[in-house]
Structures are given as C-alpha cells and as structure tokens.
C-alpha cells in the first residue's frame, strides 16, 4: 500500500468506531446470532442470541474454532476452504440457507450472513450473522402436514399416499413387493342420506381408528377421499395379503358405535400388488379402484384381486359407453316385448319389453347382458330408462287402438325410481299417452329390491298405491328371505327360470317351487315363473297353482309387429 493510499489515522479511527456500532447493533437484536472470528476461525465474537442458538455460553466459545463448534461434520472441509478464499482472495461468502449444529447435537436452521471487517490489516475478522429460522421451519412443518393429513380422520391423505408409494417405487424398484387395498363403505351413503352428515363423519372417524389398529410399522394407512381408504402394504410372502385381507375383513364383522347407536357396515375391497401389475404408482391405484368396483358389482362385503381382464373390461365399457350414448340419437335401439300367459286360459295378460341394441359398429357387443350393466355405473341408465318408459307407453298406446287392452312390463332401475321427479314423470306420460295406471307395469330385481334404501321402497309405495302392478324379477338368484317380501310393495313375483330347469324330475327343485308358490299366494302376490320351454314344465307350474308363465314355448321375443299379430291371433282363439 502506497503513502498516498493509506488512510488516515483519523479515517481508520472513524472507520474502527462505525464498524464496532455496527457489531454492537447486531449484537442487541434479538434471535440473531452473531459471531466474530480471527483469520484462523477462532471465536473472538459470540453475543447473547448465539448463546441462546447454538447452547455455548461465551466463555466456552471465545477461542474455539468455527468448524468445531457449529458446523456438522459433512460441511467442515467447505467450510474451511470457503474462509481461505476469503482471506487470500477476497472471494466473499455467499449468503444462504444453512443447517448448522448445536452443542447438544441437534440441528438448527439459519440464514447466515458474513461481513469481513479490517480487511486492509494483517488480522482481517470474519463476522457471521446468523438469523434463526427454527420458527419459520416450525410453521412451514406444519403446514406440510396438514397439506398431507386427511383434517377429518388425521390419517395421511391422497397427497401422502401418493409421495410415499412414488418413493416406495424410486428407492426399493423391484427389490419390494406392495400390496394396496382399495377399501369402499358400503353403506356410508345411506347413513349420509337417513342420519346426516355428522353421523357418516364419525362413522369414518371409528372406521379409520379401526383400520388403525391393525396396521403395522412400515405400512401406510391413508383416507383416499369420501369413503375411500387404501392400505399400502410391503410384504414378502403373498400369505401376509391373506392374512391383512382377513384382518380387514373382521374390522367390519362388528358394529361401529357411533354416540349411542350401533352402525353395521361392510366394505368392498380391491387388491393390486407391485410390481405384478404395474410399475406406476398412479396405475396401480387406478387397478386397485378398479378391483374395487368389480368386488362391488358383486354385493357388499366382497373383494376382488386386480386382473388384466379387468383394465380390458374398462377399455370395453369405456368404448360401449360412448356408442351408448349416441345410439338414441342415431335410432340404434328398439324394445322387443314377450308376452306373459295366463296358465289357466293361455291367454296373454301382458308383455315384458326386452330393451335390443343394433349398434353401427358391429364389433361392439350387443347383448343386454353386457350393456346394460355398463349403464348401470353411470347416468346413462337413466337416459336409456326414460327412452324405455316413453317408447312402451307410446306402443301400448298403439295396441289399445287396436283394441289390445294388455299391460307392458318394463325393467326400471333403481337409480331411475329414487329420483325426485319419477313418480310425477311416470304418470305424466301414462296421462299423456291415456293410460290407465294398470297398464303400464315395473320389474326390479331381486338384488336392486335387497338393497334397497327408505327412499326407493317409499316411491315404490306410491307406484303401488296408485295401482301399477310391481313385479320382484329373477326371484331365487338373490339372498333375499320370504320373510323379507312381506315388507316390499310389490304385487308380482317373477320366479327365475332356474327353478324349473330340472322339473318335475329334481324332487328338490319341485319342492322348492311349490314352497315359494305357496308362500308367495299367501301374501297376495301373483305368481309369474320364467323361461318354460316344455310342455311338461307347462302343465306342472300350472298344476302347482302358478298364475302366468313366459318362455320359448310360448312365443320368444319379437318385435311390436310380431306380437300385434300374435295378440290378434289370441283374440280369435
């Protein structure tokens, strides 16, 4: 340094005093630390703040080296090298985010600063300012957990489910094998629906307590949305899903009490594995949901192992959806009717429409079989109920101006006669087309009728009390007790064709019919059987005292022409 550039003592003195306020301010503020040190990292510095943050009284510190206080072991040599540059190249220490370490061990975060003072000298001092973010990272903790805690059940949620299976999937690869179950309330909609919201809430709260319990370390429990859970599950022995399955299975065997009540709920159940099924964490939920829903198309408290067929199914649904809902516009569909004989007279009563399907595309399957179900899953039910329920009270309309006075029986829903405006729209339309209440019939399964809510037996009241005939469809395929048809308001019950498959040679069959023909007149209902091919089986329901009867032998379904000429033929005779 030349003469000429050389301070004055008066300027270095004055610049000495403003660096030394400069230190004392930072020294009066509060949580932050600040720390002086010689140009070989000793302490020369350590005011109250880094007491407080780092757990070393001052008397300790003062001479200590940096690294050997504060900084954890892995940052030491960047460190070290960091403070050289500084003092031989006047390279500064950038700002930053840091971790540093207390004396007790632990961990601390901080924004560190640092200034270099009296660097004209030969002892240039390092001071470090170092503002505590423990608060911050408290409150940023937090808030990362209530992004990924499920607020009503204080399980992990979607988020977390998410995080945890991608990281499962990252770190393990195919060196682990998951389970997830996809696990669905069966009944969480209806308690919702008769006892309200706070009930279903603290049904999901006993139930996520519930799967809590039997959810072991390294397993991940997570509320997936609405009444949705997914157990996430490592495992090396495909017998420990057995056994995990069978544990979820007994959650549900006992009541829940929810306040003073007790509330039964069963649950369907869905089951993917890794890496089987898929290497991606959005898939294998996607195939677990999957299996989920084909357990409950099945009936409650079932459950369902994901196959391939499965994702080829919905790859089938998904593209019959679509054409099902152009097939109304585009005139691709049509009712069938099959009449329905009086086994006392051979006359015919009534006639069941049969919903047929021409779809352009003749790839795409067309049996109802297939197509209703698919339907069944969305909206779209109601849209083909509508079209079903206009075009046969247009075509009994059609046949009582030809002087047939018969009833149509059509299949409805159960998602078509729970909604609000059925009942209103069902009469309209019988008025509008001059209809007689009677002739203008509905069949509901036997399943739709078991699972039945209050509101859907009620509107079935009012269909019955306004005097349309209601038929139990397919009675004998379901699991339901006769003791249970004397609460429905039905007035029919159509017996399943399987009961007189192997009559009258199978004494067990025959006397199975007799029992539910017997019982089923002594609850005022008409009896209906299906599917009589013979003239044997004929004449035996006849005998057993069966009202009607519907079956090839009779006549198979046709189209409205076909059966106007069959019912004109029936009035001759």
Not at 311 to 317: E, I
Not at 384 to 409: E, F, N, P, T
Request: proline share 4%; charged share 20%.
């Amino acid at each position: 340094m030349t003469a000429q550039n050389k301070p004055k003592p008066s300027e270095l003195a004055s610049h000495l005093i403003a660096e030394r306020r400069f230190i004392e301010l930072l020294d009066a503020l509060p949580k932050v630390s600040v720390q002086g040190y010689d140009k070989h990292r000793r302490v020369i510095h350590w005011n109250r703040s880094s007491e407080e943050i780092y757990g070393y009284r001052r008397e300790d510190a003062l001479g200590q080296k940096l690294e050997d206080l504060i900084i954890p072991e892995g940052m030491r040599p960047t460190v070290i090298a960091l403070h050289q540059q500084w003092i031989d190249k006047g390279i500064a220490i950038p700002s930053a985010e840091l971790i540093l370490q207390r004396k007790d061990g632990s961990y601390v975060p901080v924004f560190s600063s640092h200034i270099m003072l009296k660097q004209d000298t030969d002892e240039p001092e390092m001071f470090c300012v170092d503002v505590d973010l423990s608060e911050q990272y408290q409150a940023q903790q937090e808030l990362r957990q209530r992004a990924i805690t499920d607020q009503l059940t204080g399980l992990p949620n979607r988020r977390h489910l998410d995080e945890r299976l991608k990281q499962h999937i990252e770190e393990q690869g195919e060196n682990c094998q998951l389970a997830l179950f996809f696990i669905d309330l069966d009944v969480f909609k209806e308690v919702n629906d008769t006892l309200g919201h706070h009930w279903g809430d603290d049904l999901l709260k006993a139930v996520a307590q519930r799967l809590s319990n039997i959810t072991s370390e390294g397993e991940l429990l997570a509320r997936f949305g609405g009444d949705e859970f997914v157990l996430l599950m490592p495992f090396q022995h495909t017998v420990e899903v057995q056994v995990r399955l069978q544990q979820i299975q007994a959650a549900f065997s006992s009541p829940f009490q929810i306040g003073r009540e007790n509330l039964l709920s069963s649950a369907s159940i869905g089951i993917s594995h890794y890496p089987q099924d898929s290497h991606s964490a959005e898939a294998l939920l996607k195939n677990a949901d999957l299996a989920m829903y084909h357990a409950k198309e099945q009936g409650h408290g079932r459950h369902q192992v994901f196959t391939p067929k499965m994702a080829d199914d919905m790859l089938l649904q998904h593209a019959l959806s679509k054409a099902l809902h152009a097939a109304i516009d585009n005139d691709e569909l049509t009712l069938y009717y099959q009449p329905i004989y009086d086994l006392s007279n051979h006359q015919i009563v009534a006639c069941e429409a049969l919903l047929r399907w021409f779809p352009q595309d003749e790839r795409l399957p067309n049996s109802p079989a297939v197509f209703v179900p698919i339907a069944e899953r969305s909206d779209l039910i109601l849209h083909l109920g509508d079209w079903v329920l206009k075009q046969a009270c247009q075509q009994a309309q059609s046949w009582q101006a030809q002087g047939h006075h018969l009833r149509i029986d059509i299949n409805v829903s159960g998602k078509q006669v729970i909604q609000s405006d059925f009942f209103e729209q069902f009469s309209q339309l019988k008025q509008e087309h001059q209809l007689t209440a009677e002739q203008i019939g509905i069949e509901l399964t036997e399943h739709t009728l078991i699972q039945s809510n209050h509101h859907l037996l009620e509107q079935l009241q009012a269909l019955k009390d306004s005097g349309v005939e209601i038929a139990i469809d397919d009675f004998g395929t379901g699991y339901s007790s006769l003791n249970y048809l004397k609460t429905l308001p039905v007035t029919h019950l159509k017996i399943d064709r399987s009961f007189i498959q192997n009559i009258p040679e199978s004494h067990i069959e025959t006397a199975l019919l007799a029992a539910v023909v017997s019982i089923g007149h002594q609850l005022n209902l008409d009896i209906i059987v299906e599917g009589i091919e013979t003239e044997q089986q004929a004449e035996y329901c006849k005998s057993i005292g069966i009202d009607f009867a519907q079956g090839f032998l009779f006549c198979r379904p046709a189209s409205p022409d076909v059966i106007s000429e069959q019912l004109a033929q029936n009035n001759q005779d």
